[in-house]
Every structure is written in C-alpha cells, then in structure tokens.
C-alpha cells in the first residue's frame, strides 16, 4: 500500500526541504487553501495574508509538515487555524483600539459602524504621521512597545512617549470640537 499523495515516503524522498516539491504543493494546495481562507474571512486581503503566511512558515520550517496526514489535510488544517487567528486579532485590535485609542471620538457612534471607521480614519489623516504611524502599530495591530521600537528604529522610551502625545493630541482635538 502507497502512502497518499504528497506525504514524504522515506528518507530517500525529499519531502517539503525540496524547493522543486514545494513549488509542486504550492501550485496543488495554494487555490483551495484561498478558496477555504475567503470562505472563512470573506474578504480577498486577509484571505491571500493567511495563506502567505501558511506557505512562507512552511517554506522556513519545512519540518512543520511531518508526513502524519496528508499535505491537504495539513494545509485545511493550518489555514483554518490562521483564519481562526485573524479572527480573533480583528476583534482583539477592535477592542484594544476601543479601549485605548478612539474611546472619546466614537462616544456618539456605535463602534464598528461606517461613522465610526470614517471618524477613525478621518482622525488618523490629521494626525501627525509618526504618531499616527505608532497609534496604528500599538493600538491597531496589537504590536508591542518593543516591537514599535524595533520596527521603527527608535527607542522603547521614545514609542511611549509618542503614545502619551497621542493621548494629549486626542484630547485637544476633542477640546477644540467642544469650542466650536
């Protein structure tokens, strides 16, 4: 009895490690495994994100897939699991930007309405860029204070203070709307 189709067959096979055999799972499994990532995130961006990821973590640990299912089974299972991540992250950011970012712009609209998203983006464009920049990698995708530092080259100390002046610059914003 054979082992199924794209499951590594012995020391003698390459497996995954083979560039050639990935491009193969790539070019078989890459249209379902999309086709299950819009099904579950109903939108194309996140969908074609979860799968890239899916794919370059194989590619930089190809000993992720150890031949227990099938590779089909292995990418329905990994992108599944992805979707189910991203999920989570846009309800997780949703709240953390909420919470800390945009709690006194949407006291008026209900969050996650179209008011609320155009208020949001209306207030990131008139923010000055470096703390609009900081304001979207803390409060909207979730990174942390030592990832923000990282990312942009500067001081943990000097992403905190750029968070404090985002809580001042919001609060003037506000004050200057109530003068009006």
């Known amino acids: 009895m054979s082992d199924p189709p794209g499951r590594p067959q012995g020391p003698d096979r390459p497996g ?8 193969r799972a790539y070019r078989k499994y890459a ?6 990532a819009r099904h579950l995130l109903g939108n194309d961006q996140d969908a074609y994100e979860v799968v890239h990821d899916v794919f370059v ?21 990994s992108v599944t699991h992805g979707c189910l991540n991203r999920l989570r ?4 950011r949703w709240s953390l930007l909420r919470e800390r970012f945009v709690s006194g712009l949407l ?4 969050p996650g ?3 609320a998203l155009v208020l949001l983006r209306t207030t990131l464009e008139r923010m000055p860029e470096p703390l609009a ?7 909207l995708d979730g990174l942390t204070q030592d990832e923000i530092s990282t990312l942009l080259g500067c001081s943990r100390r000097q992403v905190g203070h750029h968070l ?6 919001i609060d003037k914003q506000e004050l200057a709307a109530c003068r009006i």
């Open 107 to 110: 006291r008026h609209s209900s």
């Open 113 to 115: 309405t179209q008011e």
């Open 133 to 139: 920049e900081v304001a979207i990698y803390y409060h």
């Open 16 to 23: 995954l490690a083979d560039a050639d055999a990935f491009d």
């Open 164 to 169: 404090n002046r985002i809580a001042r610059w």
């Open 89 to 92: 992250n846009r309800t997780t």
């Open 31 to 36: 249209p379902s495994a999309l086709r299950r």
């Open 57 to 77: 973590r194989l590619l930089e640990r190809p000993d992720r897939y150890r031949g227990e299912a099938a590779l089909s089974t292995f990418f329905y299972s």
